[in-house]
């Protein structure tokens, strides 16, 4: 099913709040623009996600190991990054209603084609000779202010109490890669770890977002999951290239199509890439950037040896050679993999002339991996089996009991949260100890014994 339309992308995040995967901030104040809230079945997603991707990037690697470091860090690791000056979207105000938006965006709405990955000159100069075009999303009104710079760091008063705090910030992270290189001395010196390495690590984000749409799309506290990798000079090239082809693999093991997924490669890279490349993914918005991958060269650890005065170089303990790594990473939201998993999940098909809305997740990924069933909720000898079964299993599996409405409907709603087997306790059961077993997909129903749940089912899932 073809899943690129904002009608088909309205269907989701209604599915998203119906059905607990995803909840707007703060709700009964009016929500927190650009924030939300995981629910029960979106917290199962996310962190099905980030297990898969550190069994990727961790697990199966001899070569990278984990890190976990704070989210605020010096303030002179936002200087050295680059950040404090460069880090920033173009904005202008509307000088009727005052409301602020990103400029690419304001072009994009008018349909002039910005790309998001246009140099901020050229964005500019596009604004300008369009004015006359660019109305206001929210009045309607054709004037704004000149674009300017909006830095998009956000500033913090941790362990500082004057009033005027403002004049020394620090900041929360604006990219976890920052704590990796902060780390990197560190690794090397406790982990028998040689050049080729990488360290991964997943944690929060924070970025001053001008435009709060799209959902979890582009949010201004997100999590990142990043990995930088060392290597020497001459091989950061032939590694990156190595990495882009793992990568693009991840998301297959992801069960994505391959068709929805396609590579950006950057004309204009970021200040500090030498090379960059995004995998996109064919939103219901149209493709977008869903991880970049760029090669950074020597560039941040140069700039944290300057501004610390520490020596980050790394010396070939069988060369002797000393230099300072290349660094290449690969950098993708959490958010937006869930995002991902979710639009190219969704499908609609008709069963017996009726609708059904299911949620095609790779069976690894799905919030609930076995919904178990006792026939009728108010015969106590179905209910009781059902629930050792659930007892039994849910040690495995995170597993759903479900007694409310008619069997139809409880397959209607794990179908909506994507749950791939549902098991049923009926009559027969307590004769001859066999449940019916459902498969999401098919919807073809068969009979299980019940001492053969678990070897069936370990068959069915990755550990
Ligand atoms: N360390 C490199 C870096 O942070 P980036 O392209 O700015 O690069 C990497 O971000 C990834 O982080 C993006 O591809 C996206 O998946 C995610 N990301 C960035 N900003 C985000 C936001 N405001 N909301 C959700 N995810 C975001």
């Given at each position: 099913?073809?899943?690129?339309?904002?009608?088909?992308?309205?269907?989701?995040?209604?599915?998203?709040k119906?059905?607990?995967?995803?909840?707007a901030?703060?709700?009964?104040?009016?929500?927190?623009?650009?924030?939300?809230?995981?629910?029960?079945?979106?917290?199962e997603?996310?962190?099905?996600?980030?297990?898969?991707?550190?069994?990727?990037?961790?697990?199966?690697?001899?070569?990278?190991?984990g890190?976990?470091?704070?989210?605020f860090?010096?303030?002179?690791?936002?200087?050295?990054?680059?950040?404090?000056?460069?880090?920033?979207?173009?904005?202008?105000?509307?000088?009727?209603?005052?409301?602020?938006?990103?400029?690419?965006?304001?072009l994009?709405?008018?349909?002039?084609?910005?790309?998001?990955?246009?140099?901020?000159?050229?964005?500019?100069k596009?604004?300008?000779?369009?004015?006359?075009?660019?109305?206001?999303?929210?009045?309607?009104?054709?004037?704004?202010?000149?674009?300017?710079?909006?830095?998009?760091?956000?500033?913090?008063?941790?362990?500082?109490?004057?009033?005027?705090?403002?004049?020394?910030?620090?900041?929360?992270?604006?990219?976890?890669?920052?704590?990796i290189?902060?780390?990197?001395?560190?690794?090397?010196?406790?982990?028998?770890?040689?050049?080729?390495?990488g360290?991964?690590?997943?944690?929060?984000?924070?970025?001053?977002?001008?435009?709060?749409?799209?959902?979890?799309f582009?949010?201004?506290e997100?999590e990142?999951?990043?990995?930088?990798?060392?290597?020497?000079p001459?091989?950061?090239?032939?590694?990156?290239?190595k990495?882009?082809?793992?990568?693009?693999?991840?998301?297959?093991?992801?069960?994505?199509?391959?068709?929805?997924?396609?590579?950006?490669?950057?004309?204009?890279?970021?200040?500090?890439?030498?090379?960059?490349?995004?995998?996109?993914?064919?939103?219901?918005?149209?493709?977008?950037?869903?991880?970049?991958?760029?090669a950074?060269?020597?560039?941040?650890?140069?700039?944290?040896?300057?501004?610390?005065?520490?020596?980050?170089?790394?010396?070939?303990?069988?060369?002797?050679?000393?230099?300072?790594?290349h660094?290449?990473?690969?950098?993708?939201?959490?958010?937006?993999?869930?995002?991902?998993?979710?639009?190219?999940?969704?499908?609609?098909?008709?069963?017996?002339?009726?609708?059904?809305?299911?949620?095609?997740?790779?069976?690894?990924?799905?919030?609930?991996?076995?919904?178990?069933?006792?026939l009728?909720?108010?015969?106590?000898?179905?209910?009781?089996?059902a629930?050792e079964i659930?007892?039994?299993?849910?040690?495995?599996?995170?597993?759903?009991?479900?007694?409310?409405?008619?069997?139809?409907?409880?397959?209607?709603?794990?179908?909506?949260?994507?749950?791939?087997?549902?098991?049923?306790?009926?009559?027969?059961?307590?004769?001859?100890?066999?449940?019916?077993?459902?498969?999401?997909?098919?919807?073809?129903?068969?009979?299980?014994?019940v001492?053969?749940?678990?070897?069936?089912?370990?068959?069915?899932?990755?550990?």
């Amino acid at each position: 099913m073809f899943n690129n339309s904002p009608q088909i992308f309205d269907k989701i995040i209604s599915l998203c709040k119906r059905r607990g995967f995803i909840f707007a901030s703060s709700e009964i104040y009016g929500g927190f623009a650009a924030i939300y809230d995981y629910g029960p079945y979106g917290v199962e997603l996310a962190n099905a996600v980030k297990r898969e991707w550190w069994k990727s990037m961790v697990q199966y690697r001899e070569d990278i190991v984990g890190l976990d470091s704070a989210i605020f860090m010096h303030p002179k690791v936002w200087e050295a990054s680059g950040h404090v000056a460069g880090f920033s979207d173009p904005l202008a105000e509307c000088k009727s209603c005052h409301e602020r938006f990103r400029v690419d965006h304001l072009l994009e709405e008018a349909g002039i084609s910005a790309d998001e990955k246009m140099s901020e000159e050229e964005i500019n100069k596009l604004f300008a000779e369009n004015r006359e075009k660019i109305k206001c999303p929210s009045c309607g009104k054709k004037d704004f202010t000149e674009a300017r710079k909006f830095n998009l760091l956000v500033q913090s008063n941790l362990g500082n109490f004057a009033e005027d705090w403002t004049k020394n910030p620090v900041y929360l992270r604006g990219e976890t890669c920052q704590g990796i290189y902060m780390n990197y001395k560190n690794v090397l010196d406790s982990v028998r770890v040689k050049i080729p390495f990488g360290i991964a690590q997943i944690g929060k984000a924070f970025r001053n977002e001008i435009t709060a749409r799209q959902f979890i799309f582009r949010t201004r506290e997100f999590e990142q999951m990043e990995m930088q990798y060392f290597t020497h000079p001459d091989q950061e090239m032939a590694e990156y290239e190595k990495l882009k082809k793992y990568r693009w693999k991840f998301y297959l093991g992801l069960g994505i199509k391959e068709e929805n997924l396609k590579w950006y490669k950057h004309e204009h890279l970021v200040f500090y890439a030498r090379e960059g490349y995004d995998i996109e993914y064919n939103f219901p918005f149209g493709f977008k950037e869903l991880e970049g991958i760029h090669a950074r060269g020597d560039y941040d650890l140069t700039q944290h040896s300057k501004l610390s005065g520490q020596d980050l170089s790394y010396t070939d303990s069988k060369t002797s050679e000393k230099y300072i790594p290349h660094i290449i990473e690969s950098s993708a939201g959490v958010g937006r993999t869930v995002l991902t998993v979710l639009c190219d999940a969704y499908c609609e098909e008709t069963v017996n002339n009726e609708k059904r809305v299911v949620m095609k997740f790779n069976k690894n990924l799905a919030p609930i991996k076995i919904a178990i069933f006792p026939l009728l909720k108010n015969k106590p000898k179905l209910v009781k089996k059902a629930k050792e079964i659930f007892n039994d299993l849910k040690e495995r599996w995170m597993c759903e009991f479900d007694d409310n409405g008619n069997i139809g409907k409880r397959y209607r709603r794990q179908d909506e949260i994507g749950t791939p087997y549902c098991i049923t306790v009926d009559f027969d059961t307590l004769e001859d100890d066999t449940v019916t077993v459902r498969d999401r997909d098919s919807m073809e129903q068969e009979r299980i014994a019940v001492k053969d749940l678990k070897r069936f089912f370990d068959e069915k899932f990755n550990r």
